[in-house]
């Protein structure tokens, strides 16, 4: 079949949803794309994340070789200029001339800047693109103090990335009240609080006039009633539909701008349609990005001549978080419906507004406003999305009662409710993802994109999981093994409450049977972490996972390998004198780890006592390789040498191993810490990654290499060593308490309801006021380490065990080795075959 | 239980004490020229070869003890297959099994006995 030309002009958040929906379904399109920015298509919703640490590529949209894979034409840096209906061209400008079939306009819409006289002065800037943010951030790096003119949604966000700059901060808004559109007036007022009590100046009914030079400033508004300077200044005083395009073709576009659609998004040339926040369905523009993608979705379907269902609107509710504070706005916000009634409770000392608006019936909900508390915003979504009828008393619903609210249980739910309205998934789409075998979040997420954009209906999704794995009988079993009916963190708290410090009274108490190999190392591995009794008391040893029982790694032959620690990768040259000296009297295999050190291998059990007898005689402590516990801190060499170097990276790492040595968690822990940016620790794949800015540290958390590589997520910058060391403590603590058996801290983050932000609210703001017992588990932790090995070696009774035979002290003698490169290593099946020929040869 | 054998059967060893094992481990030893792995769970003493025939090691005294649906088992500790401590039969696959002995606790509890067919 001749393939038809599709060109997509505008490579933004809406346009790529496009390509890629289309990517995903047979079609006829040769397709081109016209992308007028300097990167493809990007998170413009976490735009204000490039100010708190994420790059331009952790804000990509677009996979790489994205394009290449499925055959797109895409133009860099190329706008079209003009379209040519007629003949149906369009005209790029770096001379590009493409002649479509269909063509799609995914503009999106600019910044409004009111034509006030000095609007565009130098230091004035808007909030839209990356290039926008550079250069915010390049202007902002000599400027004291900021100003946002537009208190709405987007220039609150502005606000608040201003004032993470260092600058001091205002907003000025013409409304009387903050986020007009969102809230009403009262939770306008304490928005503005709250706002206010976080250092930023808010400056309500005031139009402002013209900005010229300022006398301490850069410039000065010009207010009706006074004025106000300010280095910087940022307009986020609403946006416009970039139509240009449409209108200088003869498109209809609307009285207040707009590409003019129908149900199907077609505009008035029916060849040419429109989508995202360029697009004017029923004399409405959609400013948010749910709705953009449910065009793209639908869009797509058509132009592959399937389905073609039609637009029907799209709820504007929204979640989301200004400054820390949690603002949330569904429906009829404003109490616009006849015969509304609403239905209010405010709590004035903590600053949280809650608003209910129901229809007069009192049955269904319409709308609700809720400010410094959103947690019952997706239940009221889900109330006002499907009409579910209310409680008796609407007012449940928000009043905090210690009983608990009428649970609105996910299985009330009818299966066309819309749980992730981002991608528009349904409770139905969920269960069926999960019935085709996405049993985990993780699964879930990446089969049908449910929580993976806003993340605001990750509860939800949870929830739907739970619930639906229970209905299908599909077994939820999450106890850790036939003995314990629990999980592993169930386990980890009856041990930590109950006091109870070894295996026989946790099996008495609350397990059945002997015990395996999965819940004894478990609860070895939890004992450690409460307790830290010396893992080879005779109550804990057998208990211990293979390793663990003799302190050493098992290989292959039956032998085991030896690493000291050697904390950060530093060492002194006496102290490589003697590892070597070791590895020669014992004829060890010696090699340096991935891990900054020194691997001896090939030691009989007989022999582990001797050889760390002469180790920590030299000063060597265990390096724990054998251990679900910290293993190494990487580090890189720093500034005591290297000329890029802003902190001592090394001192951090050695510090850092040395606090943290010993301690026992669900999965082993990796660290490390560069001296730069330049990264040459690799910081950002350890579970906890630590690198050093000009005024502290940064600190990145749960990355991963090996089997599945993830990269560690910036939780907190420009920390002091004490704050830093602080949150690690507590950071470690809450994993230990509530990851699941051997699961890394990436994948606990995976599996984590309400991702990263829960996760720092829990360590940074204390949001379950846990903190200071953390830190006092973990100092408890630092305070009774004690090395393994030097324990063991002075203690008669553990050195029974290292015996070869209970009975006779003659080694092993099937464990052979052949040398090569001038050491040895165990045979292969292959070589041995050979060897033991020649034996009988020889006999 | 204690008994006290006195007979002429010659094919019974003593192996260790009691206190060289600790409760819920195991150790190797050396009988007859084979290796074998001695365990006390607690609730009893057991002996099997000590070779893994998955890994071709001689560890299985260094595995950790516990039950699969009341089988008395030790889990290899290279890769973890399973063998009933009373019999020697891996779990896993129906094929493979150890040899397993017969063990006996004498001398006022204090001393661990092992048949060993002679060869
Ligand atoms: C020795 C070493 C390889 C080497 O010669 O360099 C090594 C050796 C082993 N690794 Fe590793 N890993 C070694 C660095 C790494 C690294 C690199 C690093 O740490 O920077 C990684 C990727 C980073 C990471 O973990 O995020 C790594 C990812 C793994 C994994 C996969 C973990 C994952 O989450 O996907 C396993 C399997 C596991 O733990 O379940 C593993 C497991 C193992 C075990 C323990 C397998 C086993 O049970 O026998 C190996 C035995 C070590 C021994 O006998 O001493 N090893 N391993 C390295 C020891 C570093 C050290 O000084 O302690
Ligand atoms: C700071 C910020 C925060 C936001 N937060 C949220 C939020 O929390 N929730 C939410 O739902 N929404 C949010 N939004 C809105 C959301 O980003 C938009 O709804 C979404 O990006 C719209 O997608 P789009 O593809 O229609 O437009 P855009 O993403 O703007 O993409 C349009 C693209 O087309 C390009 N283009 C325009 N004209 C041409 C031409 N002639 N030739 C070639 N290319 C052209 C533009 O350069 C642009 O790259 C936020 C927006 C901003 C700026
Ligand atoms: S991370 Fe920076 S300080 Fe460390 S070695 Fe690399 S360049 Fe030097
Ligand atoms: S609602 Fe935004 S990701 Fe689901």
Redesign the pocket.
Known sequence: MKKLQLLI?????????LLEDLSRMPHVYNITV????SRA?Y??????SYFSGASADELSLVAPEFFEQNDIRFLRE????SIDCLRKTAF??RGTIIKYDTLVL??????YVPPIPGHDRVGCHV???LDDLDAIRRDAANCRTGVVIGGG??GL??AKALSDLGLQTHVVEFAPQLMAVQLDQQGGAILRNKITALGVQVHNGKSTQKIIDGDQSRHKLVFADGELEADLILFSAG?RP?D??ARDAGLAVGERGGVIVNDYFQTSDPDIYA?????LWQNKI???????YDMARKLAAHLCQQSGEAFTGADMS?K?KLMGVEVGSIGDAQARSPGARTCVYEDGVKGVYKKLIVSDDCKTLLGAVLVGDTSDYDSLLQYMLNALPLPESPSSLILPSLEGKPMLGVDALPGTAQICS?NNVSKAGLCQAITSGCTTIGALKKETRAAS??GGCASLVKQVLESELKRQGIAVNDHICEHFACTRQGLYHLVRINKIRTFDELLQQHGKGHGCEICKPAAASIFASCWNDFVLDPKLVGLQDTNDNFLANLQKDGSYSVVPRIPGGEITPQKLEVLAKVAQQYDLYTKITGGQRIDLFGARVDQLPMIWRDLVDAGFESGHAYGKALRTVKSCVGSSWCRYGVQDSVGMAIYVEERYRGLRSPHKLKMAVSGCTRECAEAQSKDVGIIATEKGWNLYVCGNGGMRPRHAELFASDLDDATLIRYIDRFLMFYIATADRLQRTSVWRDNMVGGLSYLQDVVINDSLGLASELEAQMQSLVDTYVCEWKRTIEDPEALKRFRPFVNDDLPDEQIVYVRERGQKRPPRAEEKALASIEHEELV | MLILERSTNTTWHDVCAMDDIIVGTGVAARLNGEQLAVFNTGSGVFAIGNFDPFSGANVLARGLLGDIAGVLVVASPVYKQHFCLKTGQCLEDPEISVPAYETRICDQSKRIQIRVDSV
């Not at chain 1, 998170?43 to 204000?48: F, Q």
């Not at chain 1, 959609?286 to 953009?292: I, K, R, S």
């Open positions: 002009v505008g490579n933004g958040m809406v346009g790529q949803r016209f992308c007028e920015e298509a998170d413009r919703v976490h735009l204000s190329e706008a079209v200029q790029g400008t995914a503009t999106g819409s600019y910044p909030y839209r693109t949604l987007l966000e502005a946006i970039r240009a395009l989508i995202g926040e360029v697009a959609f400013g948010l990005v749910a709705p953009g929204t989301l981002c954009t806003c």
